[in-house]
C-alpha cells in the first residue's frame, strides 16, 4: 500500500510543478478549479438535455436521463458525505510543497467529493444519452485532472470518487426503472407546470 500512496504524491507533485510556468494555463486552471465553473457547465448542458430531442419521445428520454442526473448527484453526495465519516486523508499541499490555485480545503480528500457528483452525472445521462454524456465526461474528467494538478486531490482520491460516481448513477437508474411508474408521473407534472 505504501508504494502506491507514494506513487499518488509523485503524480502530484510532477503535475504540480507546471504552476507558474505559464500564465494562460494557471489562468486556465484556475477557471476550472474552482467550485462553480464545471458545476454550473455541467447544470446548464443538462438543463439544454432537459429541454432537447428532435421528438416527445427523445424529449422524455433526454428528460428521465437528468432527472437520473439530479438524483444521482445527490446521491454520490450523501455517499461521500457517509464516507468522510469513517475514513480521512490528509490533502497532498498537507504533506508536500505544493503551488496552489485556490483555497485550502480541510476536508478528507478521499475519496474525491467533485469527482463523484462529476461522474454521477456524466454517468446517468450516458446510460440514456451517449452523445450528450461525452460533454459531462469531458468536463468531470477535466476538473478531477485540474484539482489534481492544483495539489488539492491524489489520483486515487478522484479516481475513487468517480468510480463512486458512476456506480450510485447505475444504481439509480436501475432504480428508476424498477420503481415505474414514479418517474413518469414526475415527469407528467413537470409537463403539468410547463416546465418540460
Sequence with gaps: MEPLLQLDGNIVSWLNQGIGRSLILDRAAYVLVSD?????????????LWFSGPNPLER?????????????????????????????RARPFTLYELSNLLYLPTDSSFPSNPAAIAFAMAAA????????????????GLWGLVRIYSGLFYPSDVLAGGLIG??????????????EPVPTWVLAGARFLHLA
Design 36 to 48: 462553480y465553473f464545471v458545476p454550473l457547465a455541467m447544470c446548464f448542458w443538462t438543463l439544454a
Design 60 to 88: 422524455q428520454r433526454n428528460q428521465r436521463a437528468v432527472l437520473a442526473a439530479a438524483i444521482s448527484l445527490g446521491l454520490a453526495n450523501l455517499a461521500i458525505l457517509v464516507l468522510n465519516q469513517y475514513l480521512f
Design 125 to 140: 445521462v450516458w446510460l440514456s444519452n451517449r452523445r450528450a454524456a461525452l460533454m459531462l465526461f469531458g468536463l468531470a
Design 166 to 179: 458512476v456506480g450510485v448513477a447505475y444504481l439509480v437508474v436501475m432504480g428508476m426503472r424498477r420503481i
